[in-house]
Each structure stands twice: as structure tokens, then as C-alpha cells.
């Protein structure tokens, strides 16, 4: 009896033994895959263009989303293909260091599978894989190799440095203060940007005129950026100067007027007078993820402010507005679609920024501004010069491409 007690209580023991380590064992498994399982912290934004072998003819354009929930991800995902977006969902999960999901469309010829891998590449993280489409060849089982980027978001700190203010004068006629003409830059940008332009100024204008450089933090809001321009101005004594500004630095210089400046002229080249609707995607263009960026927004506060300040509306009659315009077509090559852009001179953000207007429309543009707010349609102006047809946003500034402008200026 005693044995048989003594044998149970071992049998009891080993059977113990054996659970425990196979807990044991289980545990140190799932620990060891939730160490290399890939997390994809809250929702990150990524892209990918499926190009020819021409780069100024994009194949297929995608921009989507990605959120996990444990091992589940899902998302949005956009393609650029036609006139008008399509819109679908990701579907997926991650399993241990592997990635996987599938991108569903209303129209399934634009589906596409996608299995791979996190890739980190000269510091920046990348998904590296196969991407598996019936619109590579018109086969599902058609695969290819791709690299898919994180958007634009994650590289702003490095691509866009904060501007010091800056007031300079870089032309003296030997004039009173009455007859200054100040340059503006536009977002992104900075004194340079003006470089080409003041080197093709006549000799009759830098004679007529002293000329001034004024660089500002674009990052910053639009009105903290006119009220400088407002100090600068004052303090260097001039008095009713004429302003040419391109893009955001249109709208700098009704910030000033609306903080009561005097101006003699304002010239204005692709000013988003009435807002730009790119500005509401700043999860994906990164350059409008900044305050002053979103004082572009069509209903932001600032622009819909500046639309019914009463300096802005007496001083109206003294503005004259410049817009260019982006084209291009789609064309069939090889039984494959290519988008074939007009000219072979378009900035790449200009490129990127005409893909993402098929979101709201596609309204004419010159890749960053709505034409109709670039000539302020709707409202009472000076004068609105005639559209600068195949000028990107970006060439409105670069004397040797709209030589209107630049032909308009020498005349002043």
C-alpha cells in the first residue's frame, strides 16, 4: 500500500516536472517572438510609385496607411491611375519580422498583395518585399521587388531648417526711401530663391529702386510673419514700397497690409490668396504639418480673416496676381498607362503636390495652389495677369521659364 502511495507521489512529481517546463518553454517562445515582432506605432503613412523607366512617367501612384492592433493592420491606401482617385482599404497582420496584407479596391484590377519585411536603410526605416499585382502584366502571380517609403512627414526636421528673420538690403539707387521694392519668398523656401531674378534686373530698375530681401520663418503663423515685416519696414524708414512675393510670402505681405502697412503695389506670383486644400494633409505633405502651413487652409481662421479685414480690402485695388498652371496626359504605351507631364522642367514637391490634388477634384493648379486662388477670383483686384500655361508653382520665380514675370518686373 505504502509503495503504491510512494509511486503515485512520483508519478504526481514527474507529471509536474513536465508541465512546468513546457510552460516554461511555451513562455520563453512567446517571448522570443514578441521580441522580433515588428509594431507599427500608432497610425505611420507610406508611399509607393510603380514607375517606367522614365521617371517623368509614373505608372502608379500610392499613398496609404498602416495602424496594428496585435498582430492585426489595417489601413487606407489611395492610387493615382485616372482623372478622378480611387480609394480603398489595407487589410493585414504581421507575423513575427514578416509583413503582410492586401490592398482592396471598388475595382479590383488595382488590388495588389504585398508580403515582406521592416529594412532599415542609412538611418531611415523602409518595408521591402514583393508586391503581387494584376497591373504589372495583367497576371495575379506577376511579382515584383519594391521599396516602400515612410512619406515625407518623417525627413521635415532634416529637409527644413528654421529661418532666421532676415532684412537686407541688396540694392542702393541713390533714391529716398519712397521707391524700395521688397522680395518675398514663398514656404520653404528663403533669400535665395531670389538669386536668378536679381541677377536679370536692369540697369533702368536698380537705378529707379533700392531693393530689399525679407526672409521669414514659414513655420511659423502668416500674421507673426507680416507684423515683423511691419518692424523691419518701419525701421528702416521706407514708406509705401512696392512688394513682389511668391506663394506664402503673398500672403506675408497682406498680413502686413491688414496690420495697417502701406504698400504702392503688391505682385503676387502663385499666392494661395484664398487657401490651398493641400494644407489638410498634413499627415501626408509634410511641409503642411507647421502652423503657418495650416494658416492655408481654405476655412482656416487665418485666411478667412484676412478675406474681411478692412486694410486688405481698401488696398486691393493695388494688387496684381500672377497664376501658372501644371498639365499633362495620360497615355497608353505598350499596353500600359503612363501619365506624361507637359514639361520635362517641373519640380518634384510641384509633381507630388499635382497627384494629391485628385483629392479634392482636381482643380487646374500649378502643383501646390488652386488657380482660381491664385488670382483671388471672386474678389476685386487691380489686375489679374493672364495664366502662365506649363508653369509650375515652384518656375512662377525662375526668370528664364515665366519671362513674363520677369519681363513685368524690369518694366516698374
Given at each position: 500500500?505504502?509503495?503504491?502511495?510512494?509511486?503515485?507521489?512520483?508519478?504526481?512529481?514527474?507529471?509536474?516536472?513536465?508541465?512546468?517546463?513546457?510552460?516554461?518553454?511555451?513562455?520563453?517562445?512567446?517571448?522570443?517572438?514578441?521580441?522580433?515582432?515588428?509594431?507599427?506605432?500608432?497610425?505611420?503613412?507610406?508611399?509607393?510609385?510603380?514607375?517606367?523607366?522614365?521617371?517623368?512617367?509614373?505608372?502608379?501612384?500610392?499613398?496609404?496607411?498602416?495602424?496594428?492592433?496585435?498582430?492585426?493592420?489595417?489601413?487606407?491606401?489611395?492610387?493615382?491611375?485616372?482623372?478622378?482617385?480611387?480609394?480603398?482599404?489595407?487589410?493585414?497582420?504581421?507575423?513575427?519580422?514578416?509583413?503582410?496584407?492586401?490592398?482592396?479596391?471598388?475595382?479590383?484590377?488595382?488590388?495588389?498583395?504585398?508580403?515582406?519585411?521592416?529594412?532599415?536603410?542609412?538611418?531611415?526605416?523602409?518595408?521591402?518585399?514583393?508586391?503581387?499585382?494584376?497591373?504589372?502584366?495583367?497576371?495575379?502571380?506577376?511579382?515584383?521587388?519594391?521599396?516602400?517609403?515612410?512619406s515625407l512627414e518623417f525627413n521635415c526636421p532634416d529637409f527644413f531648417p528654421t529661418n532666421p528673420y532676415v532684412f537686407r538690403k541688396v540694392n542702393s539707387s541713390g533714391h529716398p526711401g519712397d521707391s524700395a521694392v521688397i522680395f518675398i519668398h514663398g514656404m520653404t523656401g528663403d533669400l535665395t530663391h531670389w538669386d536668378n531674378v536679381l541677377a536679370q534686373l536692369s540697369d533702368d530698375f536698380r537705378k529707379k529702386y533700392d531693393v530689399y530681401l525679407f526672409q521669414y520663418n514659414w513655420k511659423d503663423s502668416i500674421n507673426i510673419n507680416g507684423k515683423i515685416l511691419l518692424d523691419s519696414i518701419t525701421e528702416a524708414g521706407l514708406s509705401n514700397p512696392i512688394i513682389i512675393a511668391h506663394s506664402m510670402g503673398g500672403l506675408v505681405a497682406r498680413a502686413y497690409i491688414a496690420n495697417e502697412g502701406e504698400t504702392a503695389l503688391l505682385v503676387t506670383l502663385g499666392t494661395p490668396h484664398l487657401g490651398s486644400p493641400l494644407a489638410k494633409m498634413a499627415n501626408i505633405i509634410c511641409f503642411m504639418n507647421y502652423p503657418g502651413s495650416q494658416d492655408l487652409r481654405p476655412d482656416g481662421n487665418f485666411i478667412q480673416k484676412l478675406l474681411t479685414n478692412e486694410y486688405d480690402i481698401q488696398n486691393r485695388e493695388k494688387y496684381v496676381v500672377y497664376g501658372g498652371q501644371m498639365k499633362g496626359k495620360f497615355k497608353i504605351v505598350k499596353f500600359k498607362i503612363k501619365w506624361i507631364w507637359a514639361e520635362d522642367y517641373y519640380n518634384i514637391v510641384d509633381k507630388v503636390g499635382y497627384d494629391a490634388f485628385i483629392f479634392f477634384g482636381s482643380p487646374a493648379n500649378d502643383g501646390l495652389v488652386p488657380i482660381t486662388s491664385a488670382f483671388f477670383e471672386g474678389y476685386d483686384i487691380l489686375e489679374r495677369k493672364p495664366l502662365l500655361e506649363w508653369v509650375d508653382h515652384k518656375n512662377l520665380r525662375n526668370p528664364d521659364i515665366a519671362t513674363e514675370v520677369m519681363d513685368y518686373i524690369n518694366s516698374l
Open positions: 500500500m505504502s509503495h503504491n502511495i510512494h509511486c503515485n507521489k512520483r508519478l504526481i512529481f514527474l507529471s509536474l516536472l513536465v508541465i512546468l517546463t513546457l510552460v516554461f518553454s511555451c513562455r520563453k517562445e512567446e517571448d522570443s517572438q514578441l521580441q522580433t515582432q515588428i509594431h507599427f506605432s500608432g497610425t505611420s503613412f507610406w508611399e509607393c510609385s510603380l514607375m517606367e523607366i522614365n521617371e517623368d512617367t509614373t505608372m502608379h501612384f500610392y499613398l496609404f496607411s498602416i495602424s496594428q492592433d496585435g498582430k492585426v493592420l489595417s489601413g487606407d491606401v489611395y492610387v493615382r491611375d485616372s482623372l478622378t482617385p480611387e480609394e480603398g482599404i489595407i487589410q493585414g497582420k504581421v507575423k513575427e519580422d514578416s509583413v503582410f496584407f492586401t490592398a482592396y479596391f471598388p475595382d479590383d484590377e488595382y488590388n495588389f498583395y504585398f508580403n515582406g519585411i521592416l529594412e532599415d536603410i542609412d538611418n531611415e526605416t523602409y518595408l521591402g518585399g514583393n508586391l503581387k499585382s494584376e497591373l504589372l502584366s495583367g497576371s495575379p502571380e506577376e511579382e515584383m521587388q519594391v521599396l516602400i517609403s515612410p
